[in-house]
């Protein structure tokens, strides 16, 4: 069982930073692909940033130039460093991971979400 425990959200203001943080547990034998998701009220969760195993990177154009994703192999974690932050920053951000468990079989878990709130 493969479980993820988010943590780093908070309120801030606009133009200041914050990081996320994702740490992953559980019987994994591989993850191919981590990421970070967003959610406002009435809307769809979207793909704020990823990384796959080999480094590669993608961004939602908004969040391009201001925020950016890494991760730390041996540990199982996944950052969000997020700068210049704005009001419509604002929402639940959800970590999820994507991989292969020790019985070789693929999942793909979602964290518990962190609100990230952005006053101007």
């Known amino acids: 069982q493969v479980q993820l425990v988010e943590s780093g959200g908070g309120l801030v203001q606009a133009g200041r930073s914050l990081r996320l943080s994702c740490a992953v547990s559980?019987?994994?034998?591989?993850?191919?692909?981590m990421g970070w998701y967003r959610q406002t009220p009435g809307a769809q969760r979207e793909l704020v940033a990823g990384i796959t195993s080999d480094g590669s990177t993608k961004y939602l154009d908004s969040v391009k130039g201001r925020f950016t994703i890494s991760s730390d192999n041996a540990k199982h974690t996944v950052y969000l460093q997020m700068t210049s932050l704005k009001s419509e920053d604002t929402g639940v951000y959800y970590c999820r991971v994507e991989g292969h468990d020790s019985d070789y079989e693929p999942f793909g878990s979602w964290g518990q979400g962190t609100q990230v709130t952005v006053s101007s």
């Open positions: 559980g019987s994994i034998l591989r993850i191919h692909a």
